[in-house]
T-cell receptor, first 108, second 116 residues
Framework: QRVTQPEKLLSVFKGAPVELKCNYS??????LFWYVQYSRQRLQLLLR??SRESIKGFTADLNKGETSFHLKKPFAQEEDSAMYYC???????????FGIGTKLQVIP | DTGVSQNPRHKITKRGQNVTFRCDPI?????LYWYRQTLGQGPEFLTY????????KSRLLSDRFSAERPKGSFSTLEIQRTEQGDSAMYLC??????????????FGEGSRLTVL
């Protein structure tokens, strides 16, 4: 299993739309997550695909055809600046694999 | 604070010395994970326990690394004969096996190792 986040840094202006890309490779049925790490805080769950919910205005849709799980927000806010990690939970022994992370910088 | 606790938070050691990190998970969580994170990288999986059983160990982990979870509660990660390449943040996470949060990892603040 592998998780790819192609952008290490994404800079957007406040109020602009945000899309953080995540692609995965896994032969089984994936369960995908987005984790976030704000400055000086521990890594924490932002959202998971099976919940199909919006957290802090962020949404993510699992596209099995494109093996993608991109994170989106229509209007970026300064407090969204953080490191974002896409993660894949694989079956069997429930191993969680993380991507390299994307740093989101929201410019005021 | 009932979150995941890691000790020590920082450790500076000389090359060749042994170090041990401790992780206390959330009490009702059966699963415990160790990850390593270096600058500019995401967390890399090291090993995983369900209760006291070590179910998977990464090929990244050399024989110098060993982890235990003797009573299915806290866990220790020991690195023997440390090398400069071992310098990293070592993250512990725990996860429940039932309930609405199944599969979610709850992370500690990490233990930063610097090998001189």
């Amino acid at each position: 299993q592998r998780v790819t986040q192609p952008e290490k840094l994404l800079s957007v202006f406040k109020g602009a739309p945000v899309e953080l890309k995540c692609n995965y490779s896994y032969s089984g049925s994936p369960e995908l997550f987005w984790y976030v790490q704000y400055s000086r805080q521990r890594l924490q769950l932002l959202l998971r695909h099976i919940s199909r919910e919006s957290i802090k205005g962020f949404t993510a849709d699992l596209n099995k055809g494109e093996t993608s799980f991109h994170l989106k927000k229509p209007f970026a806010q300064e407090e969204d600046s953080a490191m974002y990690y896409c993660a894949l939970l694989s079956g069997g022994y429930q191993k969680v694999t993380f991507g390299i992370g994307t740093k989101l910088q929201v410019i005021p | 604070d009932t979150g995941v606790s890691q000790n020590p938070r920082h450790k500076i050691t000389k090359r060749g010395q042994n170090v041990t990190f401790r992780c206390d998970p959330i009490s009702e969580h059966n699963r415990l994970y160790w990850y390593r994170q270096t600058l500019g990288q995401g967390p890399e999986f090291l090993t995983y326990f369900q209760n006291e059983a070590q179910l998977e160990k990464s090929r990244l982990l050399s024989d110098r690394f060993s982890a235990e979870r003797p009573k299915g509660s806290f866990s220790t990660l020991e690195i023997q004969r440390t090398e400069q390449g071992d310098s990293a943040m070592y993250l512990c996470a725990s996860s429940p096996t039932s309930g609405g949060n199944t599969g979610e990892l709850f992370f500690g603040e990490g233990s930063r190792l610097t090998v001189l």
